[in-house]
């Protein structure tokens, strides 16, 4: 008997794994690191939002698999507050991207314009 279940999948362990790896990765690149180009980390910011975007769209469709399927653990986990677990890694991942891109644009400001004062 073959086991149909969404949670031995490929796509719910790869969302999972890097969901939780690159952010990681990422940000103890950047508290390692002692100076940092404005391109690379913007480049961060666009990573980690485009991660977001890509978690987004994967638990979508593993949620749409899980459907599919007969597995009582499939539904134990997509059809109740797992799922929103599941979402708040994308909106982790972004908030962080979102708070990079800010931080790169608001010292390219401060180092452009000498009208800026600081407070």
Known sequence: MLIESV????????????SLTLPVVIIWHLLRTIRIS??????????LIALA????????FVANLAKATKGIADDQVFRSEYTLALYLLPLISAGVGINLLSFAITQHLKVQSPLVEES
């Open 53 to 60: 975007g890509l978690d987004v769209v994967v638990i979508t």
């Open 38 to 47: 404005r391109t690379v980390l913007i480049a961060y910011a666009c990573m």
């Open 7 to 18: 949670l031995i999948k490929y796509e719910f362990w790869a969302l999972v794994l890097t």
